[in-house]
């Protein structure tokens, strides 16, 4: 390491914007991974839109939820960690082990940090002035799966396979079935 003292007089060389492309992202500008008017708003960064972050092996996202509203509970797909700071508004938070276990139940506020484990759920609620929070996520191109909303795992699972699961009915399958999986990862308050 060096540190130089450069004489009065002499400037260094100002970056131009085009030497910032790929290598600084606004996430308050950036083009969202996801936007559900009254619900939440997502920005993910990862090698796509920060190359750099493959280098470092981070990705992270930036995520809005509005006043009274759910993130669906998910977890990581690619056994990474979260590190996740509130950065405005508050809510419940709620953290769930692979055996099902709640491991954390709680009210976060600005300020807050909590880690989620590998394969650990996680969901949100914001109370009436929403939440926001930045999370780094412990590899470049983070992948999410959640328990509800179009893109849920139990989708995925056959109904026979859900009702033995469950112990439960062919009609509460049915019933079970029916409810969010057609909405988006966040659930705007009714």
């Known amino acids: 390491m060096c540190i130089v003292k450069i004489a009065a007089g002499h400037r260094m060389p100002e ?3 085009d030497d910032r ?3 600084v992202v606004n996430c308050l500008d950036a083009p969202l991974d996801v936007d559900i008017p009254g619900g939440g708003r ?6 796509a839109n920060l190359p750099p972050v493959k280098d470092v092996g981070l990705g992270s996202d930036l995520v809005r939820i509005d006043g009274r509203s759910m993130c669906s509970p998910g977890f990581s797909c690619d056994s990474a960690y979260q590190v996740t700071y509130i950065v405005r508004g508050g809510g419940r938070v709620q953290v769930v082990g692979i055996d099902g276990t709640r491991v954390l139940e709680t009210r976060a506020e600005a300020g807050c ?8 759920v996680v969901s ?19 992948i999410f799966s959640h328990l509800a909303g179009k893109t849920s795992v139990w989708k995925a699972i056959s109904p026979a396979v859900l009702e033995t699961a469950f112990n439960t009915t062919p009609e509460m ?12 990862i966040f659930f705007a308050p009714n």
């Open 124 to 142: 949100k609620i914001a109370d009436d002035t929403g939440m926001e929070w930045f999370s780094i996520i412990t590899t470049p191109n983070p």
């Open 42 to 47: 997502v920005v993910v960064l990862n090698t």
């Open 173 to 184: 399958e049915k019933l079970f079935r029916s409810k969010r999986l057609d909405s988006e």
């Open 15 to 17: 970056p131009r914007p």
């Open 21 to 23: 492309q790929g290598v």
């Open 113 to 120: 940090l909590f880690i989620v484990p590998r394969f650990f």
